[in-house]
Protein backbone atom coordinates (compact mmCIF):
# COMPACT_ATOMS: atom_id res chain seq x y z
CA UNK A 1 0.00 0.00 0.00
CA UNK A 2 1.41 3.16 -1.00
CA UNK A 3 0.81 6.50 1.13
CA UNK A 4 -0.06 9.25 -0.55
CA UNK A 5 2.36 11.42 -2.10
CA UNK A 6 2.60 15.04 -2.23
CA UNK A 7 4.78 17.32 -3.16
CA UNK A 8 6.95 19.91 -0.47
CA UNK A 9 5.84 22.80 -2.45
CA UNK A 10 1.86 21.55 -2.50
CA UNK A 11 2.30 20.19 0.84
CA UNK A 12 3.43 23.76 2.20
CA UNK A 13 1.48 25.55 0.49
CA UNK A 14 -1.64 23.38 1.65
CA UNK A 15 -0.73 23.62 5.17
CA UNK A 16 0.09 27.78 5.37
CA UNK A 17 -3.43 28.33 3.66
CA UNK A 18 -5.39 26.08 6.13
CA UNK A 19 -3.55 27.79 8.68
CA UNK A 20 -4.89 31.20 7.10
CA UNK A 21 -1.17 32.65 7.26
CA UNK A 22 0.75 34.76 4.58
CA UNK A 23 3.83 33.07 3.74
CA UNK A 24 5.27 36.56 5.56
CA UNK A 25 3.14 35.32 9.02
CA UNK A 26 4.94 31.78 8.07
CA UNK A 27 8.15 32.51 7.66
CA UNK A 28 8.06 34.88 11.14
CA UNK A 29 6.50 31.98 13.03
CA UNK A 30 8.95 29.20 11.38
CA UNK A 31 12.19 31.88 11.72
CA UNK A 32 13.28 31.84 8.23
CA UNK A 33 12.98 34.69 5.36
CA UNK A 34 9.29 35.18 3.30
CA UNK A 35 12.01 34.75 -0.01
CA UNK A 36 12.96 31.46 1.77
CA UNK A 37 9.35 30.06 2.05
CA UNK A 38 8.36 31.59 -1.99
CA UNK A 39 10.82 29.76 -3.45
CA UNK A 40 9.37 26.19 -1.48
CA UNK A 41 6.58 27.28 -2.86
CA UNK A 42 7.25 27.54 -6.35
CA UNK A 43 9.08 24.50 -6.44
CA UNK A 44 12.51 26.36 -7.14
CA UNK A 45 13.82 25.37 -3.58
CA UNK A 46 13.38 22.22 -1.54
CA UNK A 47 14.19 22.55 2.27
CA UNK A 48 15.92 20.20 4.03
CA UNK A 49 13.64 17.81 6.78
CA UNK A 50 14.63 19.92 9.72
CA UNK A 51 13.54 23.18 7.86
CA UNK A 52 10.13 21.11 6.60
CA UNK A 53 9.09 20.30 10.04
CA UNK A 54 9.73 23.29 11.44
CA UNK A 55 7.39 25.15 8.94
CA UNK A 56 4.80 22.65 9.44
CA UNK A 57 4.85 22.89 12.82
CA UNK A 58 4.28 26.70 12.29
CA UNK A 59 1.08 25.59 10.87
CA UNK A 60 -0.07 23.57 13.44
CA UNK A 61 0.99 20.39 11.78
CA UNK A 62 3.48 17.16 11.97
CA UNK A 63 5.58 15.58 9.82
CA UNK A 64 5.80 11.96 9.44
CA UNK A 65 8.23 9.97 7.71
CA UNK A 66 8.13 6.30 7.24
CA UNK A 67 10.61 3.87 5.77
CA UNK A 68 8.93 0.39 5.48
CA UNK A 69 10.85 -2.83 3.92
CA UNK A 70 10.33 -3.02 0.39
CA UNK A 71 7.91 -5.63 -0.17
CA UNK A 72 9.81 -8.61 -1.74
CA UNK A 73 6.40 -10.23 -3.15
CA UNK A 74 5.56 -6.81 -5.42
CA UNK A 75 9.17 -6.38 -6.14
CA UNK A 76 9.75 -9.43 -7.74
CA UNK A 77 6.13 -9.55 -9.11
CA UNK A 78 7.63 -6.16 -11.29
CA UNK A 79 10.99 -8.27 -12.17
CA UNK A 80 8.20 -10.89 -13.98
CA UNK A 81 6.20 -8.61 -15.39
CA UNK A 82 9.26 -6.73 -16.68
CA UNK A 83 9.99 -10.05 -18.15
CA UNK A 84 6.68 -10.49 -20.57
CA UNK A 85 6.53 -8.85 -24.03
CA UNK A 86 4.62 -5.67 -24.22
CA UNK A 87 2.05 -8.65 -25.70
CA UNK A 88 2.34 -10.70 -23.04
CA UNK A 89 1.53 -7.94 -20.38
CA UNK A 90 -1.40 -7.07 -22.22
CA UNK A 91 -3.01 -10.51 -22.72
CA UNK A 92 -1.87 -10.98 -19.16
CA UNK A 93 -3.70 -8.11 -17.99
CA UNK A 94 -6.83 -8.78 -20.59
CA UNK A 95 -7.36 -12.47 -18.82
CA UNK A 96 -7.15 -10.99 -15.49
CA UNK A 97 -9.34 -8.43 -16.42
CA UNK A 98 -12.24 -10.71 -17.28
CA UNK A 99 -11.40 -12.93 -14.40
CA UNK A 100 -12.40 -9.77 -12.28
CA UNK A 101 -15.40 -9.31 -14.49
CA UNK A 102 -16.75 -12.89 -13.74
CA UNK A 103 -15.96 -12.80 -10.00
CA UNK A 104 -17.60 -9.04 -9.78
CA UNK A 105 -20.86 -10.93 -12.21
CA UNK A 106 -20.80 -14.16 -9.84
CA UNK A 107 -20.76 -11.35 -6.14
CA UNK A 108 -23.56 -10.00 -7.80
CA UNK A 109 -25.68 -12.44 -8.58
CA UNK A 110 -25.48 -14.08 -5.34
CA UNK A 111 -23.00 -17.21 -6.42
CA UNK A 112 -20.35 -16.70 -4.28
CA UNK A 113 -20.36 -18.00 -0.64
CA UNK A 114 -18.29 -16.16 2.12
CA UNK A 115 -15.05 -17.32 2.85
CA UNK A 116 -16.14 -17.00 6.48
CA UNK A 117 -19.21 -17.93 8.04
CA UNK A 118 -21.07 -15.31 10.41
Known sequence: MRAHASPVWRLLREARADAGLTQRQLADRAATAQSAVARYEAARALPDLDTLQRLLAACGRHLELRAP??????????????????????????????????????????????????
Do not use: K
Open 69 to 118: PIDEQEQRQLRESLRLSPIQRAERNRRITHLAERAAAARREGRVRPLIQP
